[in-house]
Each structure stands twice: as C-alpha cells, then as structure tokens.
C-alpha cells in the first residue's frame, strides 16, 4: 500500500513522498546489522526527518510494543514525535501506538475478527484514493480520466 501511495501522492499530487521499504536494499542492510526494528528510524534519520516533515503510516495495528508486534512502526512513530514531524495514519484493530501519537489517524473499525487485515488495507487503498482524487489537492489529471 505505502509503494502505491507514495506514487499517487507524486504523480497525482506533485508532493515529494517516499516508501523506505521501496529501497530493499538499504532496507535488509538496516535489519541485518541493527536489527529489524530500526529499519524505518535508520531510514528516517538518514532523511533528516524534522519539523517541515510528515510520516504517513499504513497499518493493520499501529504498532504495540507490550505484544511486540511492529517496533519498527512504534520506533518511527516515537523519532517522528521527538523531531516534531507530523504523523498520520490509516490504522486498523485498535490502531496501537500510531493512533495514539498521531496528528490525525483515520481508524478502521473492525466489523468482522476474522477478516480485520483484509478490510484494513482495503479501506486503506480507497481512503489514500480519496485524498488523491480531492479536487483541491489533485494537481495532475489521472490516465484513465483525462483520455476522451
């Protein structure tokens, strides 16, 4: 989802934006030699991630370290807060630890136990999809849309 993002967000958008997992590269050096949990916080602080800047997390559970469950999220969300970037989210469950240092964070409810990923990510595609087709933030006419 962030990979698709981020691409909208450029091409529809015009805003600069980037996946740190897109570079699978710099992204399996950060896990090997620190570990998997500093791979978006070695990412970010390579980026100089400061005040002007804005972390967009997509996840199923925001991150929680009592379960252990996606430190590298709860460690970009925590460098994110420390350097005054904003930080927003689409989250679903119980949206963990982005949802509750976030800026903004849409929370997808959870309608059915047994399906809480699927309807997530799903929700997360059309909700980054509504950002993109805004007409007061779209800048640039999609393919399928502007052929006549």
């Known amino acids: 989802n962030a990979s698709h993002a981020v691409n909208d967000f450029r091409k529809i958008l015009n805003l600069d934006a980037y ?12 896990a090997n030699d620190d570990g998997w949990d500093s791979i978006f ?16 997390v997509f996840s199923v559970g925001g991150g929680n370290l009592k379960k252990n469950i996606s430190p590298n ?20 469950k119980d ?11 849409v929370l ?3 309608i059915n136990k047994t399906h809480i990923t699927p ?10 999809h509504m950002i993109v087709s805004h007409p007061k933030l779209k ?3 999609t393919k399928w849309e502007s052929i006549k």
């Not at 996946?19 to 950060?30: F, G, I, Q, R, Y």
């Open 73 to 92: 999220i709860v460690k970009a969300v925590n460098l994110a807060k420390k350097k005054r970037a904003k930080i927003v989210g689409i989250i679903g």
């Open 108 to 110: 997808i409810p959870v």
């Open 139 to 141: 800048v640039n006419k």
């Open 19 to 30: 996946s740190p997992t897109d570079n699978v590269s710099e992204t399996t050096a950060n």
């Open 41 to 56: 916080i070695n990412y970010l602080n390579v980026s100089k991630i400061n005040k002007k800047d804005l972390i967009f």
């Open 95 to 105: 949206g963990g630890h982005t949802k509750r240092y976030a800026n903004a964070c």
């Open 119 to 128: 309807h997530s990510e799903g929700m997360q595609a059309l909700i980054w």
